[in-house]
């Protein structure tokens, strides 16, 4: 079955970078759009990044200009590199899966922002 795991999350002080990751499992990783989206406490899901099957990759708005989202299809991982991080940024990151209309969520990794 489709599994997802995120890893990488920590408590870091305003202005470090993180490393997330998200290890597939279950299905052809390069044939799926993988994204990165967030929840902080008290919110709605918010849309980080994407990393589509095609090559092509977006922001969501609190992404842009400090994120990078990659992908290593031969090891079946989903990076975020996180720059410059701000206390807004506190939430637990989700790695999620799409194909067609079915799409699976991984467990979150929680990354909190704080001095």
């Known amino acids: 079955q489709v599994r997802l795991e995120e890893s990488g999350g920590d408590l870091v002080p305003p202005g470090e970078s993180l490393r997330l990751s998200c290890l597939g499992s279950g299905f052809v990783f390069a044939s799926y759009d993988v994204a990165w989206y967030r929840q902080g406490l008290g919110k709605g899901r918010e849309f980080v990044a994407l990393?589509?099957?095609?090559?092509?990759?977006d922001y969501g708005d609190a992404a842009k200009g400090r994120f990078t989202v990659s992908r290593d299809n031969a090891k079946s991982i989903l990076t975020l590199e996180m720059f410059d991080l701000k206390p807004e940024d506190t939430a637990v990151y989700y790695c999620?899966?799409?194909?067609?209309?079915?799409?699976?969520w991984g467990q979150g990794t929680q990354v909190t922002v704080s001095s």
């Open positions: 990393s589509a099957a095609t090559g092509y990759s």
């Open positions: 999620k899966a799409k194909w067609g209309f079915k799409e699976w």
